[in-house]
C-alpha cells in the first residue's frame, strides 16, 4: 500500500495501488486469453505514450500467441477539454489486414479517440478488431464508443501514474493517483 507521506507533492491521493492494478491486468489478461484461443496469433495496438506500461503488463501475462504494434495520436487539448480533433501521429509499422487486432488504450473519456482509432482500423479489414481500455471515466463520455475489456471506471478527476502523465510527469509512478486540481486547472 502506498503511504501518504510517499506521495509526490502534486498527488491529492491513490486511486488504485499497484496490486490492484496488477490484479486486474492478470484477470483481463485471462480473458483475453481464453476468448482468443482459438484465432491464432493476435495482433495488440498500444497507445503511445500512454498505453506502454499497461501494454507491457497486459503483454507478458497473455497465453495466447501475439505480437505487438503501436500507433501515436495528437489530440488538441486545451488545457483539460479535448476538443475532439485527432491526428495521426506514427502508424503502425505492418499491416493489419485479415489480423485479429486488440487496441490498447490507457484511458477513454470523451471517446474521440478510441472512436478514431476503431473507424481507422476498421478501414483496414481486420480478422476481428476489440478494444482494452485500463481507465474509463464514464463522466465525461461524449462519443458512445464499445469497450470489450475494461480494467476499471474511475471518477472524472486528472489522473496519473503507470502511463498515464501531467505534462510528461508521473507515467512511472506504479500506481494511479489523482492529480491535485490547483496543478491541471487554469
Known amino acids: 500500500m502506498t503511504e501518504r507521506l510517499a506521495l509526490p507533492k502534486d498527488i491529492e491521493r491513490v486511486l488504485l495501488d499497484e496490486e490492484?492494478?496488477?490484479?486486474?491486468?492478470?484477470?483481463?489478461?485471462?480473458?483475453?486469453?481464453?476468448?482468443?484461443?482459438d484465432v491464432g496469433e493476435i495482433v495488440l495496438v498500444g497507445v503511445l505514450?500512454?498505453?506502454?506500461?499497461?501494454?507491457?503488463?497486459?503483454?507478458?501475462?497473455?497465453?495466447?500467441?501475439h505480437h505487438v504494434d503501436f500507433i501515436a495520436l495528437s489530440s488538441?487539448?486545451?488545457?483539460?477539454?479535448?476538443?475532439?480533433?485527432?491526428?495521426?501521429i506514427m502508424d503502425t509499422r505492418?499491416?493489419?489486414?485479415?489480423?485479429h487486432v486488440l487496441i490498447v488504450?490507457?484511458?477513454?473519456?470523451?471517446?474521440y479517440t478510441l472512436d478514431y482509432l476503431v473507424r481507422t482500423f476498421r478501414a483496414r479489414r481486420p480478422a476481428s478488431l476489440r478494444t482494452c481500455v485500463l481507465l474509463s471515466k464514464p463522466e465525461r463520455r461524449e462519443v458512445d464508443v464499445r469497450v470489450d475489456y475494461l480494467g476499471f471506471e474511475i471518477p472524472d478527476v486528472w489522473v496519473v501514474g503507470y502511463g498515464l502523465d501531467y505534462a510528461d510527469k508521473y507515467r512511472t509512478l506504479p500506481y494511479i493517483a489523482a492529480l491535485k486540481r490547483e496543478v491541471y486547472a487554469t
Open 105 to 111: 488504450e490507457d484511458i477513454i473519456d470523451t471517446g
Open 76 to 88: 488538441y487539448n486545451r488545457g483539460a477539454v479535448s476538443t475532439g480533433a485527432v491526428r495521426l
Open 49 to 65: 505514450k500512454g498505453a506502454f506500461i499497461f501494454l507491457a503488463d497486459l503483454a507478458r501475462r497473455l497465453t495466447i500467441p
Open 20 to 37: 490492484t492494478i496488477q490484479r486486474r491486468v492478470r484477470e483481463l489478461a485471462d480473458q483475453i486469453s481464453a476468448d482468443y484461443a
Open 94 to 99: 505492418a499491416p493489419v489486414t485479415g489480423q
